[in-house]
């Protein structure tokens, strides 16, 4: 049982662009997002996150918008640069337990 | 301030034959987590520790996987025998326990042939 689903595993936006990548959940008791980017051969790098008492939170270019009666949140990129291609998962909690991840979506940026 | 630190980062072992991974925390991160990624999917828990205590290992295989977290600080994941399945990246995360965010090591790419 899949509680956290990335549906797209990958995406290509051009440099400049807006790169949306979504994530859907099932379990209506996690309290807490989080967005990761893993580069190959490293482990992930917290990028951003946001409690499930908030719609939305911003750091820099990257915004992550919380829909929770969808069970659905999505992390915006503002301008895409090539640097930011990497996979990107998609992870929630409930109560500082363990984080249940998504599949990954691989994000290509292109000059 | 330092990262999560992990050795080794990668290990080729025949199937059968033991390995063991250690994971040093952020200083101060009380809970710890050992994670394991199969290619194509996301980190699955395996084992999580509130300074040197078990807080959740219902998805570990005890059976042939151990961990140990004896001073409250740095930690070992065993895996005793290793089967063909075990290959994986084995990533070790840290949490200041008063805030939510996991921050990972580097993992260990572990390859049962």
């Known amino acids: 049982d899949q509680q956290v689903k990335q549906n797209s595993p990958s995406l290509s936006v051009q440099e400049g662009r807006i790169s949306i990548l979504n994530c859907d959940y099932t379990?209506?008791?996690?309290?807490?997002f989080l967005w990761y980017k893993k580069y190959p051969a490293e482990g992930p790098t917290f990028l951003i996150s946001i409690s499930s008492i908030k719609d939305k939170n911003e750091d820099g270019r990257f915004t992550v918008f919380l829909n929770k009666s969808a069970k659905h949140l999505s992390l915006h990129i503002v301008p895409s640069q090539p640097g930011d291609s990497a996979v990107y998962f998609c992870?929630?909690?409930?109560?500082?337990?363990?984080?249940?991840f998504g599949t990954g979506t691989r994000l290509l940026v292109s000059p | 301030e330092a990262g999560v630190a992990q050795s080794p980062r990668y290990k080729i072992i025949e199937k059968r034959q033991s390995v063991a991974f250690w994971c040093n925390p952020i200083s101060g991160h009380a809970t710890l987590y050992w994670y394991q990624q199969i290619l194509g999917q996301g980190p699955k828990l395996l084992i999580q520790f509130q300074n040197n205590g078990v807080v959740d290992d219902s998805q570990l295989p005890k059976d042939r996987f151990s961990a140990e977290r004896l001073k409250g600080v740095d930690s070992t994941l065993k895996i005793q025998p290793a089967k063909l399945e075990d290959s994986a990246v084995y990533l070790c995360?840290?949490?200041?326990?008063?805030?939510?965010?996991?921050?990972f090591g580097p993992g260990t790419r572990l390859l049962v042939l």
């Open positions: 995360a840290s949490r200041d326990p008063r805030v939510e965010t996991q921050y």
């Open positions: 992870a929630a909690s409930t109560g500082f337990q363990k984080l249940v």
């Open positions: 379990n209506s008791m996690f309290d807490y």
